[in-house]
């Protein structure tokens, strides 16, 4: 199993940046396929990024393509979410995934095809 702790997150203006951490305990973090997905008040949970357990293979919503980067550095169990070019329409809760299992490419999207999730952090873009 692994748990997952993520850090980062907080209050900034538009077209400013953040960067989201989620880090693995356990040491098969690299054998994880990770992603990263946002829930507005009201709204469902919604994909926002993937990544693959090798790194080599990333995937996007089409509303954060060119603005956020997924990255994974599996020496260190961690996973981020570069936010550059922020919008006030990305504030949401952000809550970094996992799961070991083989997917198709299009369940990287679905968020009941993670078992491991973070706890959650804030987003707040202000206009």
């Known amino acids: 199993q692994v748990q997952l702790v993520q850090s980062g997150g907080g209050l900034v203006q538009a077209g400013g940046s953040l960067r989201l951490s989620c880090a693995a305990s356990g040491r098969t973090f690299s054998n994880y396929r990770m992603a990263w997905f946002c829930q507005a008040p009201g709204k469902e949970r919604e994909f926002v990024a993937a990544?693959?357990?090798?790194?080599?293979?990333?995937f996007y919503a089409d509303s954060v393509k060119g603005r956020f980067t997924i990255s994974r550095d599996n020496a260190k169990n961690t996973v981020y979410l570069q936010m550059n070019s922020l919008k006030p329409e990305d504030t949401a809760v952000y809550y970094c995934?996992?799961?070991?299992?083989?997917?198709?490419?299009?369940?990287?999207?679905?968020?009941?095809?993670?078992?491991?999730w973070g706890q959650g952090t804030q987003v707040t873009v202000s206009s």
């Open positions: 995934a996992g799961d070991p299992r083989y997917r198709s490419r299009s369940e990287y999207y679905v968020p009941t095809m993670y078992d491991y």
């Open positions: 990544i693959s357990w090798s790194g080599a293979s990333t």
